[in-house]
Each structure stands twice: as structure tokens, then as C-alpha cells.
């Protein structure tokens, strides 16, 4: 099992609906989660991040988390086509001696005019 | 402007040559990583520097060398023992390195072709 999964997708919507990207995770005692967007060809760029249960809003983004299930979730509300790019969930997990990053393979996001 | 920068932003490789991707952040930040991605592979780990002069290996170091002489300097070799260096290069770094509540950034990437 990998450490974070989520669907590669692609995920289409049009514009003006909302989005959701889910993201589950392997160690139930992780502690931060971290939603990154990355355009075609540019790096990952930070976008929102959560540290307890329940929701985060941040603008038109929403970060969900259920420590309770391992799943992560972000919500684009009135999407737009500059919302186009894959959406990668990161995890900071306790492994060894030290905490690391996991990042899920991405999910691609496509919002249609 | 306070970021993390990448150099050069595009570079070729002959076969069996060696080429160093330059990281620098002006952050403050003690860690420091270097990962590489490959279309539909998401981003795998190559070392990892939590304070200067030490550093680890992540999940791809074979092929890799890294050095951390500078806590705003983070450089990476692609030596001629990496079978398939042709990969978009990304560098991060990180307040504390190792913590519960780390958050990392990355810097714009640099895209390496093995010609």
C-alpha cells in the first residue's frame, strides 16, 4: 500500500461548479496535510494545508479532514479554467526517526468553459 | 524577494558526463530536498539535508551526490552511473526538517535531456 493515494484522474468539470479531489493516507497517527498545484510544466506551488479534523477554508478552496477514515479532501468552489493543473495531496508522517513527506502521484484537473 | 532558485532552468547532457543543478534559498530554512518526477510517477525522494554538512539518502540515490557546505546552498550531481537522468528536477526546502508541522516550498525546477 502507498503511503498516499489518490486518483489520477483526469477529473472534468465545468466552469463554475465545484471540484473535489480526494486523497487517503496509510499512517493513522499523521499529523499535516498539504494540498499543492502544479501547472503543466511549472513546479508545485502550496496551496492550502490542515492540521486537525474538520474543515479549513481558504477563498474559493476547502480542505477536508477525517483522521478518523485517513482521507484528505480539497473543494474548489466555482471552479475556473486557471484551476486547470494537477492537484498533488502531501502527507508529513512520522517514519523512522524523523518525520518525512509523501506525496499521492496527483490528480489532473480540467475545467471546461 | 525571499525564494528558492534553480539553476539553469533547462540543461543537456551528453552520455557519460557528469552536471551539477544548482538550489538555493534565501529562507532560513534548515532542510533542504532534492526530488526528481517523471510523467505519471509523481515525485520521488533523492537525498535530503536537515543541517548543513549532513545529508541522507531518499528512495533514488543511486547515480546521485549531494553536498550541503552552506545552509542557503543545496547542490545536485547527475553523475554518468544514473541510467535514466532525462527528468524534471525539483528542489525544496524547509523550516525545521524532521517536525510534525513541516511545510515544504519548491523552487521553479529544472528539466534535465540526456542527449
Known amino acids: 500500500q502507498k503511503e498516499v493515494e489518490q486518483n489520477s484522474g483526469p477529473l472534468s468539470v465545468p466552469e463554475g461548479a465545484i471540484a473535489s479531489l480526494n486523497c487517503t493516507y496509510s499512517?493513522?497517527?499523521?499529523?499535516?496535510f498539504f494540498w499543492y498545484r502544479q501547472y503543466s510544466g511549472k513546479s508545485p506551488e502550496l496551496i492550502m494545508s490542515?492540521?486537525?479534523?474538520g474543515d479549513k477554508e481558504d477563498g474559493r478552496f476547502t480542505a477536508q479532514l477525517n483522521k478518523a477514515s485517513q482521507y484528505v479532501s480539497l473543494l474548489i468552489r466555482d471552479s475556473q479554467p486557471s484551476d486547470s493543473a494537477t492537484y498533488l495531496c502531501?502527507?508529513?508522517?512520522?517514519?523512522?526517526?524523523?518525520?518525512?513527506?509523501?506525496f499521492g502521484t496527483g490528480t489532473s484537473l480540467t475545467v471546461i468553459p | 524577494d525571499g525564494g528558492i532558485t534553480q539553476s539553469p532552468k533547462y540543461l543537456f547532457r551528453k552520455e557519460g558526463q557528469n552536471v551539477t543543478l544548482s538550489c538555493e534559498q534565501n529562507?532560513?530554512?534548515?532542510?533542504m530536498y532534492w526530488y526528481r518526477q517523471d510523467p505519471g510517477q509523481g515525485l520521488r525522494l533523492i537525498y535530503y539535508s536537515q543541517i548543513v554538512n549532513d545529508f541522507q539518502k531518499g528512495d533514488i540515490a543511486e547515480g546521485y551526490s549531494v553536498s550541503r557546505e552552506k545552509k542557503e546552498s543545496f547542490p545536485l550531481t547527475v553523475t554518468s552511473a544514473q541510467k535514466n537522468p532525462t527528468a524534471f528536477y525539483l528542489c525544496a526546502s524547509s523550516d525545521r526538517g524532521g517536525h510534525s508541522t513541516d511545510t515544504q516550498y519548491f523552487g521553479p525546477g529544472t528539466r534535465l535531456t540526456v542527449l
Open positions: 502531501a502527507v508529513n508522517m512520522l517514519k523512522g526517526n524523523g518525520n518525512q513527506f509523501y
Open positions: 490542515i492540521y486537525s479534523n
Open positions: 499512517d493513522r497517527v499523521s499529523q499535516s
Open positions: 529562507l532560513n530554512h534548515d532542510a
